[in-house]
């Protein structure tokens, strides 16, 4: 998302940061792949980078933090419940007693 805003919106940091509400180092980060481990996940998972898009672009349209925090929200759910993310955060981070995976 971060990457989205700066690169296709052409937002400054700090705008990005401010509409986020984390730091500038946060997105500075964010857009030099120092935090949250780069892009391997979202070239895993697709889906992440579309709703990535969504929220940017909701953003970008003006939409409150309420109504992009919803996608942001469902985009968890749908993620937390498909099985190759489960099991890829499953050998990650090896885990004992994991509930980040949420089935129904």
Known sequence: MVKELSRKY???QSDIAKKLGITQASVSQ?????????TKITESFPKIKTYANEIANRIVAGDSKLEWFDVLCKACQDIRSDDE???????ASNPSGC???KKD
Request: aromatic share 10%; glycine share 10%; hydrophobic share 35%.
């Open 10 to 12: 052409h937002m400054k």
């Open 85 to 91: 993310f489960c099991r890829m955060q499953k050998i």
């Open 30 to 38: 964010y857009l030099s792949a120092t935090r949250a481990g780069g």
């Open 99 to 101: 509930d980040v995976c």
